[in-house]
């Protein structure tokens, strides 16, 4: 089964209560007016998509309904799926090797299991991964992770807990430079951003790997709950400025969420969605296909 | 997406207003639509959001400006006190069994934070003299069981594990230990789930009739958007929940979350989870989080943290002070020094009104400030300290030299102090006007 599929069925749920709503306001507005933009900003707004971002669209789309002459519902929908998905910059996530994936966000949104899914997506793909345990906080969290480097068939490199996640990945470099490792994803403590000292914990990770690796890539990438709302802007702005991510990844698009902010995120920060996580099986990372995603949503 | 202070939006807002004794209608619909954004920024509902401004909308038309208070504070006061109403009644008491053993279950989504919810109320309720017993009926996310265990190793408290069997048979197992080794509540830690998962939901539902808990806890990210309400929703309909705890809520997200869900199942929210140690669980105060979601700080939860974290005997001292006006710089020495053994700077500050983290970023509030700030102070003569209006430019080239700062650092210092002894005034004015039985002002 394809991404397009996948997503699409995932999101079927949500998906059919919001469509229903928009294709009822479109049909119900034969003519497109100010009440008919107003009824799509608040399925924008209930998407998560956030005040300003919906605002930006519905503007855009303005100028669109303007220039193009559309008048037809079914047209609109279109051009507003366009718009969506013109907000997302095409990037891929390309791995040259050797390539350091740092994974990083706040509590509870899935970094782990992310981890245990992007290390068997790339054992299937012939790379040689090596996972390093640097969320030595959380209670219990090596062992998660070294359950999901098992199920990937993957190796992990874990300290005690408590210990410093710096030496964790120092450690995890040394052992990717010897095994021959492509990738070495390091899993960190879920931290809010506005934990300035914790920051910190991670810029030092970051330096590591620069400084430890240097002819490694640096990939950092956020992994964001679908279900978070606004305050998801505020994260990945201050995760950007930390460890100057590559993308992020949106987790839990299996439940009723849309994972809006995403769109948000990608219009003020310049930001791709990489992978999309829709489910718990370890094959439930899809590439992210922003026209499925604008499909799946509208 | 910087956010401003909702006050100081509405004050551009009503500028044009001044003069005017009473709200017409169109001023009040120009502030609303800052209210809405507000809120909507603050992850409230749409639809709550709506029912909300409406309802604002009709009590705040044709309102009488109060003396003393501006139209853009008559209508926060207003906007306040319903999200108050909408949010309350304060109800944070937890319904305990008479004569048997008190069953919590804890239930939500994944990553919301149950396992280490948990570990917090079990500290909480072994404070107030009970004996809780942890649970662990995760039998799904790999290594949930070990985390519970390591929580309820730090909180002292015993954990129930059996494996990962039927997670229906482990709480009515746990019942039975618990009958045994004499413990009177348990919390029983369960998988994390989305609302939409059929099978899981049922297996909630089992457990549920199985061991008939007297709380159902349903624990809920902060930072959670608009899909909060649907997910509250599913989980009330079919467990009937008694209750909500709000977690995360020590980052900026603003929380809007609590009271769309309040609002959508009147399900009362019981605690907030405000901190990643396990003493880090609060009750719930309506009044604060409405402040918060307006983005005005929280001046109660500060001065309380402040009294947990500083002696008592010099909290009453700093209060007699506060009142009498006689705070001084030897005072906000004290202060700064008790801040820091209170957390991390950015986390009280946003606390205070008029300083949200949005306004704060660039500013840098590290650890060495606070160094500068005590050497400035250190090298102020006694007199200077409490009567800081004399610190003339020759004096600030002392101090500065003293300190090994600039004048403009003093210069800085000394105006952050005349804010903070504003702030104190205004605080204290609300009190007596509280006990003249006057309005309150509405931000704190």
Request: aromatic letters at 4%; a neutral charge.
């Amino acid at each position: 089964m394809g991404f397009f599929e996948r997503l699409k069925q995932s999101l079927v749920k949500t998906r059919n209560q919001l469509a229903e709503k928009i294709e009822g306001i479109i049909k119900l507005s034969a003519k497109i007016d100010e009440d008919t933009l107003e009824e799509l900003e608040e399925v924008l707004i209930s998407a998560d998509i956030g005040v300003s971002a919906s605002e930006k669209l519905l503007s855009n789309l303005k100028e669109k309904v303007k220039t193009e002459k559309i008048r037809l519902p079914e047209e609109l929908k279109e051009a507003l799926k366009e718009e969506i998905i013109k907000v997302f910059p095409a990037e891929k996530l390309e791995i040259v090797p050797p390539t350091i994936i740092l994974v990083v966000g706040v509590n509870g949104v899935g970094k782990t299991t992310t981890i245990g899914k992007l290390a068997y997506k790339f054992k299937v793909q012939g790379k040689k991964v090596i996972l390093a345990a640097s969320d030595t906080f959380r209670a219990a969290a090596a062992e998660q992770l070294s359950i999901w480097g098992q199920r990937a068939g993957v190796d992990v490199v874990k300290h005690q807990e408590g210990s410093d996640p710096a030496a964790v990945l120092f450690d995890a470099i040394q052992a990717g430079k010897a095994r021959r490792a492509d990738i070495i994803i390091c899993d960190t403590a879920g931290r809010l951003h506005t934990k300035k000292n914790l920051m910190e914990e991670l810029k030092k990770l970051y330096r590591v790997s620069e400084k430890e690796y240097p002819e490694a890539r640096i990939v950092s990438l956020l992994v964001l709950d679908a279900t978070t709302g606004q305050n998801a802007i505020a994260q990945a702005k201050i995760f950007k400025e930390a460890v100057n991510l590559s993308g992020i990844v949106l987790t839990k698009l299996d439940g009723t969420a849309k994972g809006g902010v995403a769109v948000a995120i990608a219009s003020e920060l310049n930001l791709p969605v990489l992978f999309a996580g829709v489910g718990e099986g370890i094959d439930d990372l899809e590439e992210f296909d922003p026209k499925a995603f604008a499909d799946a949503i509208l | 997406m910087a956010f401003e202070a909702l006050t100081q939006k509405l004050e551009v807002v009503f500028k044009r207003l001044r003069g005017k004794g009473k709200l017409s209608e169109a001023d009040v619909k120009q502030a609303m639509r800052e209210i809405r954004l507000a809120l909507l920024e603050a992850d409230v509902n749409y639809k709550v959001v709506k029912d909300f401004v409406q309802k604002v909308t009709e009590r705040a038309v044709g309102q009488e400006v109060m003396e003393s208070l501006t139209p853009a504070q008559q209508v926060i006061k207003i906007v306040h006190d319903e999200l108050i109403q909408l949010m309350g009644p304060k109800d944070t008491k937890l319904n305990f069994s008479q004569s048997k053993v008190s069953v919590f279950m804890m239930v939500g989504l994944q990553g919301s934070g149950k396992t280490t919810t948990c570990g917090k109320l079990g500290l909480y309720l072994s404070k107030v003299g009970k004996r809780p017993l942890l649970v662990a009926a995760d039998i799904y996310r790999p290594a949930a069981i070990k985390q519970l265990q390591v929580v309820g190793e730090k909180v002292g408290l015993p954990v129930f594990t059996a494996g990962e069997q039927d997670p229906v048979a482990i709480s009515k197992a746990a019942l039975e230990h618990a009958h045994r080794h004499g413990n009177d509540v348990v919390i029983i830690d369960t998988a994390g789930r989305l609302h939409i998962d059929d099978e899981l939901m049922e297996e909630l539902e089992r457990i549920k009739e199985a061991v008939t808990p007297n709380e159902i806890l349903l624990v809920v990210d902060s930072m959670t958007g608009q899909d909060a309400v649907n997910v509250a929703e599913t989980f009330h309909s079919r467990l009937h929940l008694t209750g909500l705890i709000l977690t995360k809520l020590d980052g900026d997200a603003r929380g809007g979350a609590a009271l769309s869900i309040k609002a959508v199942t009147g399900c009362p929210i019981k605690f907030i989870g405000v901190g990643e140690k396990l003493t880090d669980l609060e009750p719930f105060y309506p009044d604060r989080m409405a402040s918060r979601i307006l983005g005005m700080g929280d001046v109660l939860s500060l001065i309380e943290k402040a009294t947990s974290a500083i002696d008592q005997e010099k909290a009453r001292q700093l209060e007699e002070k506060i009142r009498k006006e006689e705070f001084t710089l030897e005072d906000f020495l004290e202060q700064i020094k008790q801040v820091r053994k209170m957390g991390s700077l950015d986390q009280i500050m946003s606390m205070i009104p008029g300083f949200s983290p949005q306004k704060l970023q660039g500013v840098e509030f590290n650890e060495k400030e606070l160094v500068h700030i005590e050497a400035i102070i250190n090298s102020m003569t006694k007199e200077e300290r409490r009567n800081p209006s004399i610190i003339n430019g020759s004096r600030r080239r002392r101090i500065a030299m003293g300190s090994g700062t600039s004048v403009q650092d003093v210069n800085r210092l000394l105006k952050q102090f005349e804010q903070t002894r504003k702030l104190m005034k205004q605080l204290s004015d609300l009190e007596k006007g509280r006990k003249k039985g006057r309005f309150r002002l509405p931000f704190f």
